[in-house]
Nanobody, 114 residues
Framework: QVQLVESGGGLVQPGGSLRLSCTAS????????MGWYRQAPGKPRELVAR???????DYADSVKGRFIISRDNAKNTVYLQMNSLKPEDTAVYYC????????WGQGIQVTVSA
């Protein structure tokens, strides 16, 4: 059974930081590109950042220079360090694993508000 379990979300003030974690089980982690997506109310789900097995990463323009995605293949975990957070970053964030199949985490709320 494949599981992607996210943690680290919550409420933060504008300009603050959060670190999301996603630990995978039931897959061969190194086979999968890992990503973070987000969905704000009334908007479609969008890619935030994605990292390949060997570490190559890409980012949405809206988060470049503020967010950093990383992975620890020994721990089957992908991270999203979010800095300089803005109210428009408020969304449910989803972990994603993609190879020939695609798996999703349950989502975790991130709220940026004063």
């Amino acid at each position: 059974q494949v599981q992607l379990v996210e943690s680290g979300g919550g409420l933060v003030q504008p300009g603050g930081s959060l670190r999301l974690s996603c630990t995978a089980s039931g897959i061969i982690f190194t086979f999968y590109a890992m990503g973070w997506y987000r969905q704000a109310p009334g908007k479609p789900r969008e890619l935030v950042a994605r990292i390949m097995s060997r570490g190559a990463a890409d980012y949405a323009d809206s988060v470049k220079g503020r967010f950093i995605i990383s992975r620890d293949n020994a721990k089957n975990t992908v991270y999203l360090q979010m800095n300089s957070l803005k109210p428009e970053d408020t969304a449910v964030y989803y972990c994603n694993a993609e190879d020939r199949q695609v798996y999703w985490g349950q989502g975790i709320q991130v709220t940026v508000s004063a």
